[in-house]
């Protein structure tokens, strides 16, 4: 199996910045898409960002100019550069990849246990 490990999340002031670690490890595999979702208190999860392995990136406009996100070269870790945080941005950050385990029939969608990102003065 597959699986993906966080890191960087803590408290930040508005305006400052942040960057959040996504680590892959398990049996052999090959990561198509990697990406960043948040779900804040109260509400739904949404997607933030995502890289593809050819590293093109889509954002969510909330983020967008703010957030960059991007992968190593071995392509097992991706990283999610926040800058100019706002108090919205609070929320607990997943990461997300879609996996092709060898010898799997199918993909799998693997998601981390989530980091908390708090954004507060």
């Known amino acids: 199996q597959v699986q993906l490990m966080e890191s960087g999340g803590g408290l930040v002031q508005p305006g400052g910045s942040l960057r959040l670690s996504c680590a892959a490890s398990?049996?052999?595999?090959?990561?198509?898409?990697m990406g960043w979702y948040r779900q804040a208190p109260g509400m739904q999860r949404e997607l933030v960002a995502t890289?593809?392995?050819?590293?093109?990136?889509q954002y969510a406009d909330s983020v967008k100019g703010r957030f960059t996100i991007s992968r190593d070269h071995a392509e097992t870790t991706a990283y999610l550069q926040m800058n100019s945080l706002k108090s919205e941005d609070t929320a607990v950050y997943y990461c997300?990849?879609?996996?092709?385990?060898?010898?799997?029939?199918?993909?799998?969608?693997?998601w981390g246990q989530g980091t908390l990102v708090t954004v507060s003065s």
């Open positions: 890289i593809n392995s050819g590293g093109s990136a």
């Open positions: 398990g049996t052999t595999f090959t990561i198509y898409t």
């Open positions: 997300n990849a879609l996996v092709q385990v060898a010898g799997g029939m199918h993909p799998l969608d693997v």
